[in-house]
């Protein structure tokens, strides 16, 4: 055989090798994206339909464990035999501030575990992957919502403020703060770029479905027994550990992409900005220099943080977090609200969750992007432009809707605030685009992680607080007081909406009114 025959044919079927090659490459990890998506929404899904579908029963039976207490000590003729209470009787002063002081500290020692943890968790994730920090947060998941059920069941023999044992089981796993990160960064490791809005909206509208569902199927098995739905719920989360064994690893992955170009293969030392709080973090060596080489990376990052106070703005910015958590705790709130002040039981109150969530869906899917479409179509807003005009827009309907909550007289009057609240919805997402505008690209992941740690501690401490107000409203006479936290809520947000609406782009040349420099 001629060698230079040989050599030609070599040079003409390389290409053709090369590409069947990378055909075949990006056909595999189409279908690893497939998989680890499908598997993805399914833990979601898994995850947070019980426990929306337990939230509503565990105030209740957090209601009947402190409304047989105080009724044993001042009128044990209306304790019934098997201890329950007619729940009209249980929306006395003395017992719901105590289910609200409950609830409310409990919130505080559900998230200090993800602030703790979310750095040395996340460096294992980047060492040792993804898949093993999946499974045990999903293990401590299901242990915390078994030790309510235990406790419950066996309350007065267990003290029941022993619910806030429960938070120790965040430390196995990291809570909430670290299965969030962990979602974004699973999402991120697998999705090409062209497809990763569409995936993270994927997640948002799982999460959104479940809200929306849960709180009516809860209801209706609350009206035979609190029970049921906690027990559903728990063999409901059983499942979540299967699937999360079936979860791949995605550590090291290669993203397939819709252009034509050879997969890239996922370089875990660099940034991406959707996948924030765990890809930024960094790795760690167990070995003596390692270790040594992990804190400097530590304290790296933390001095790398100084590039917040290089511009007022992301300071203001970042402080209207904690405003906006505030109104988690109020959400929270809003079945003791409604079941003291309107004389509703739990189960009818827990329709409004799902009022607020489909609301939230036809807003973000839509209102937001129609609205959208318009400022930059028609109008010719730059994206920075858009996003701020919209944040102030949410802020402000937010801050109104809560004070009309907070003043309602009637359940009619309540709904119009509720609606209009949640028309705000938007605004964390509409602030965080507009900071990402105001950063460099390599800081964005750093800005990402610094949101998710104040928005942690402002549920945080915001929870406590609130259900302190609402016990001091409560102490007082109950009626108009009771919207206390609602009405602090309210004006905290409107002083941070009316910063923002003097809050300069930055870029001259956006249509908006007070932007100019």
Not at 238 to 267: D, H, N, Q, W
Request: with cysteine; net charge neutral; proline share 5%.
């Amino acid at each position: 055989m001629d060698p230079e025959s040989d050599i030609g044919g070599h040079d003409e079927r390389s290409p053709l090798l090369e590409s069947a090659s990378r055909q075949a490459q990006q056909a595999v990890s189409k279908r690893f994206y497939s998989w680890v998506i499908f598997v993805l929404l399914a833990l979601i899904i898994a995850i947070e339909f019980p426990i929306i579908l337990q939230d509503t029963p565990r105030t209740r039976l957090y209601e009947i464990i402190y409304c047989r207490e105080y009724y044993t000590e001042h009128d044990p003729n209306l304790v019934g035999g098997d201890g329950l209470i007619d729940e009209q009787l249980c929306k006395v002063g003395p017992v719901q501030s105590k289910v609200a002081l409950l609830k409310g500290w409990m919130t505080f020692f559900d998230y200090a575990p993800g602030v703790l943890l979310a750095v040395p968790y996340g460096m294992l994730a980047d060492k040792y992957g993804r898949k093993w920090l999946v499974i045990m947060n999903v293990v401590s998941t299901l242990f915390r919502s078994a030790w309510i059920y235990i406790v419950c069941a066996f309350s007065p023999v267990i003290p029941i403020r022993l619910v806030w044992l429960e938070a120790v089981a965040g430390l196995f796993g990291g809570g909430y703060l670290v299965a969030l990160a962990l979602v974004l960064v699973i999402v991120s490791d697998v999705t090409p770029t062209s497809q990763r809005v569409t995936t993270f909206f994927r997640v948002t509208a799982a999460m959104l479905a479940c809200s929306f569902l849960a709180p009516p199927a809860s209801a209706i098995l609350m009206q035979r027994d609190p029970w049921i739905p906690m027990s559903l719920g728990l063999g409901l989360q059983a499942l979540t550990i299967p699937i999360a064994m079936a979860l791949p690893e995605t550590l090291g992955t290669v993203k397939y992409e819709e252009e034509e170009s050879p997969p890239k293969r996922v370089r875990q030392d660099s940034v991406d900005n959707d996948a924030a709080p765990i890809d930024a973090l960094p790795s760690i060596n167990l070995t003596k220099a390692g270790l040594l080489g992990s804190f400097k990376s530590i304290a790296s990052s933390i001095t790398g943080l100084s590039f917040l106070f290089k511009d007022r703005r992301i300071l203001f910015l970042m402080l209207i977090y904690p405003a906006l958590t505030a109104t988690n705790s109020t959400d929270t709130l809003l079945l003791q609200y409604v079941s003291r002040r309107f004389s509703w039981t739990f189960a009818q109150a827990t329709y409004l969750h799902s009022l607020m969530s489909g609301i939230s869906i036809i807003l973000l899917l839509i209102l937001l992007p129609a609205l959208s479409s318009y400022l930059q179509g028609k109008r010719n807003y730059s994206a920075s432009a858009k996003d701020i005009l919209l944040a102030r827009l949410s802020l402000t309907v937010m801050a109104l809707g809560i004070f009309i909550e907070g003043l309602a007289p009637q359940v009619s009057i309540l709904l119009i605030g509720l609606v209009i609240a949640t028309l705000g919805t938007g605004a964390s997402a509409m602030l965080r685009s507009f900071m990402t505008s105001l950063v460099h690209p390599n800081e964005v992941a750093r800005l990402y992680t610094a949101i998710s740690i104040v928005q942690t501690l402002g549920v945080m401490f915001a929870s406590p607080i609130a259900a302190g107000l609402f016990s001091a409203g409560l102490a007082r006479g109950g009626g108009a007081w009771l919207g206390l936290p609602y009405l602090v809520t309210a004006g905290f947000i409107a002083v941070m909406a009316g910063g923002l609406w003097v809050v300069r782009v930055g870029d001259g040349s956006e249509k908006d009114v007070g932007d100019d420099e």
